[in-house]
């Protein structure tokens, strides 16, 4: 486990950029998003927040452990969404959540892509031994993310979650360690890319923790 890191985390890709969102990335656009309970029925956030509330949200990520990352275009630096990352350093694990609030962007991989990048610095630079992620049962484009990355189901926790629709939902827990995540271009013949498997599909809910 490397020691955290005090320069502020950019994370590039292809098409986009991570980095930590900020003060005035907190745009009328972002809170309504929170708003739209269709992005909001599998992902744990404040429910209808006002700014003020978003950014008191904002304040328990102090972007050395526990991190708040936009996802921005490269094109124009225009934001799409962002990964709540959650990391114990001391136990060598981290959990992550994502939501892509700008429709444009479901069902173009941009969680594939973004967490390709997010999981080689969880292992890679943060020297991490697990991350995890749970996921909705009828979230089936999380589902189909997290398997198309390697991750494992490890368990079913049932009737664990409630919806927006106050219904009950099973939640699958999914984990993925560091050797299996460094040793997956070698099990597969291919390199770790932003490229999604044919077929898949995302939407905003794209994951509870991940």
Not at 17 to 28: C, H, M, S, W
Request: proline share 5%; charged share 25%; with cysteine.
């Amino acid at each position: 486990m490397n020691p955290p890191t005090q320069q502020p985390i950019r994370l590039e890709t292809d098409r986009f950029i991570l980095r930590p969102l900020d003060r005035a990335d907190v745009t009328g656009r972002l809170v309504r998003w929170l708003h739209d309970d269709e992005l909001l029925r599998y992902v744990e956030l404040p429910a209808h927040p006002s700014t003020n509330d978003f950014l008191r949200f904002m304040r328990q990520f102090d972007n050395v452990t526990n991190f708040l990352l936009g996802i921005f275009e490269k094109s124009d630096e225009r934001l799409l969404g962002f990964y709540q990352v959650h990391t114990e350093p001391q136990l060598g694990r981290a959990s992550t959540e994502v939501m892509i609030g700008d429709r444009r962007h479901w069902g173009t991989n941009a969680v594939f892509e973004t967490r390709t990048r997010l999981l080689d610095y969880l292992f890679d630079t943060l020297g991490l031994y697990r991350v995890y992620g749970t996921v909705h049962a009828r979230n089936l484009p999380a589902l189909f993310n997290y398997k198309a990355l390697g991750f494992t189901c490890e368990g079913i926790l049932r009737g664990h979650a409630v919806t927006t629709d106050d219904e009950h939902a099973d939640v699958y827990f999914f984990g993925m360690l560091r050797d299996e995540w460094l040793g997956r271009g070698a099990a597969d013949g291919t390199e770790k890319t932003g490229i999604a498997a044919p077929g898949e599909q995302e939407n905003a809910n794209s994951s509870r923790p991940a």
